[in-house]
């Protein structure tokens, strides 16, 4: 079965730090790009960062650039996300999810059930 | 980056046809076939219902298809199920090497 389960989620102060991981299974991890899209609650879905087959190519949204790093270990069919300098307004439910292809910018046809972060002093 | 606009609702009848549009620029709908639609019903993770603009993966019926002129894209769901109430997203990858998403549209079935 393909599966995407997202872990490293909680509850951090703000200016804290997170990492949060993705284990894949049930299919060829390093043949795909990977994406992380957070949904804050009651609020639409946010495309945070992408990373494509082989890490050759990266990309954030503005509102993380700079504080969010993106990165795989296909030796370990694994995604990561390092969250730095942490924000109330990055509270939001953290989906992993699989593009179609090789590139992050294509459709994202797998999605993890997600970790939730939690920033509050 | 700003978000892709999509209307905040949208309703039809069983049976009806509805179309949702996704209204961007000439930096990422406009230049680029990368453009996606997700189904979210409430409380699950999106569904990736159509990809590089009207092409649907395996499993999704036709019922579902896309389309796109010029900065915006269409999707159109025709013989309208109660199933169908939900959640709908666009994305469009962009000139600055990023994915964006739409505000959501939130299908009623009457």
């Known amino acids: 079965e393909v599966q995407l389960v997202e872990s490293g989620g909680g509850v951090v102060r703000p200016g804290g730090s997170l990492r949060l991981s993705c284990a894949a299974s049930g299919f060829t991890f390093d043949d795909y790009g990977m994406s992380w899209v957070r949904q804050a609650p009651g609020k639409g879905l946010e495309w945070v960062s992408g990373i494509n087959w082989n890490g050759g190519s990266t990309g954030y949204a503005d509102s993380v650039k700079g504080r969010f790093t993106i990165s795989r270990d296909n030796a370990k069919n694994s995604l990561y996300l390092q969250m730095n300098s942490l924000r109330a307004e990055d509270t939001a439910l953290y989906h992993c999810?699989?593009?179609?292809?090789?590139?992050?910018?294509?459709?994202?046809?797998?999605w993890g059930q997600g970790t939730t972060v939690t920033v509050s002093s | 980056q700003s978000a892709l606009t999509q209307p905040p609702s949208v309703s039809g009848s069983p049976g009806q046809s509805v179309t949702i549009s996704c209204t961007g620029t000439?930096?990422?709908?406009?230049?680029?076939?990368?453009v996606s639609w997700y189904q979210q019903p409430p409380g699950t993770a999106p569904k990736l219902m159509i990809y590089?603009?009207?092409n649907r993966p395996s499993g999704v019926p036709d019922r579902f298809s896309g389309s796109k002129s010029g900065n915006t894209a269409s999707l159109t769901i025709s013989g309208l199920q109660a199933e169908d109430e939900a959640d709908y997203y666009c994305?469009?990858?962009?000139?600055?090497?990023?994915?964006?998403f739409g505000g959501g549209t939130k299908l009623t079935v009457l």
């Open positions: 590089e603009v009207s």
């Open positions: 000439s930096s990422d709908v406009g230049s680029y076939n990368r």
């Open positions: 994305s469009s990858y962009t000139s600055s090497s990023i994915v964006v």
């Open positions: 999810a699989r593009a179609s292809y090789s590139h992050y910018y294509y459709g994202m046809d797998v």
